[in-house]
């Protein structure tokens, strides 16, 4: 009779630890499988509206951004980041810079900061044209990545008042 009796108490300490709930699983940004900045920097390309900002560079600063872009091909994202804020210092007007920026923190996997300074550069920039179709591409991606699709579709939107179109020529 003991024998059954530690039979039961121990079938019940084992039904009692297994009907625990599982610990909570915290929500991770989706990795997406594709590569998010040629998604971002086509999206550029793509925009072909009438008006098109451009502005003059100085020659340090366009160093510095060249320089930032071969570290970006290299993979060396933080000296990318660095080469470009530093260029932001000599143009702190720069939003395509702050866009660079944002790509930079993309390669870096911070997304907060990528969309936080996709924005910045959108509201110091000429909200037309192909920066602004980066900066809305930017927010798109990193709403998809927190799999907030009312914010992506919303991003989509923004991104579609980019383009203006030219005067029909007859």
Request: hydrophobic residues 40%.
């Amino acid at each position: 009779m003991p024998r059954l009796r530690y039979c039961v108490i121990a079938a019940a300490a084992l039904v009692t630890a297994c009907s625990q709930p599982a610990p909570p699983q915290a929500t991770r940004p989706t990795q997406p499988t594709y590569d998010i900045v040629a998604q971002i920097r086509a999206a550029g390309e793509r925009e072909k509206s009438a008006i098109e900002v451009a502005p003059l560079r100085d020659p340090g600063v366009q160093g510095l951004e060249q320089s930032a872009m071969a570290d970006e091909r290299a993979g060396k994202y933080d000296d990318a980041d660095a080469k470009l804020a530093q260029a932001l210092k000599m143009a702190p007007e720069a939003p395509e810079l702050i866009q660079d920026r944002a790509e930079i923190a993309v390669r870096k996997q911070d997304y907060a900061t990528a969309e936080k300074l996709a924005r910045q550069s959108f509201e110091m920039g000429p909200k037309s044209g192909s920066l602004c179709a980066r900066n809305w591409q930017t927010v798109y991606e990193m709403r998809m990545v927190a799999n907030d699709q009312p914010g992506a579709m919303a991003a989509r939107t923004e991104l579609g008042k980019c383009h203006i179109a030219g005067p029909n020529r007859f």
